[in-house]
């Protein structure tokens, strides 16, 4: 299970900081580190030092939540990019020429 974590953890956190503002340069493997365990307590609800299979979902449904920005129940390139677009005008609907 902890090898699990160890891989899906840093790879959430990359993920999430990506997503959120793009660094110009890469991470120390200390800040890296520092990363990971600011997100282990986030994800830790019954601060026990773990992250269980229950608390590891909840947090990346909420993190879905939040950058689907649209709430269209998927995420696209923009929403995953972290840019707000405006929604697609459909020819012949409300706003069309």
Do not use: W, Y
């Not at 902890?2 to 899906?8: G, S």
């Not at 939540?65 to 995420?75: A, F, P, Q, S, V």
């Amino acid at each position: 299970m902890f090898r699990k974590l160890a891989v899906i953890v840093p790879f959430v956190a990359l993920m999430a900081t990506a997503c959120v503002a793009p660094q110009s340069t890469t991470p120390t493997h200390q800040e890296a580190e520092n990363e990971v365990k600011q997100l282990l307590l986030l994800m830790d609800r019954d601060q026990n030092g773990k992250v269980s299979r229950a608390e590891f979902m909840s947090f990346m449904n909420a993190e879905f939540d939040r950058l689907d920005i649209n709430h269209d129940g998927e995420l696209d390139v923009n929403e995953l990019a972290g840019l707000r677009v405006m929604p697609q005008r459909h020819p012949g609907g409300p706003g069309s020429r």
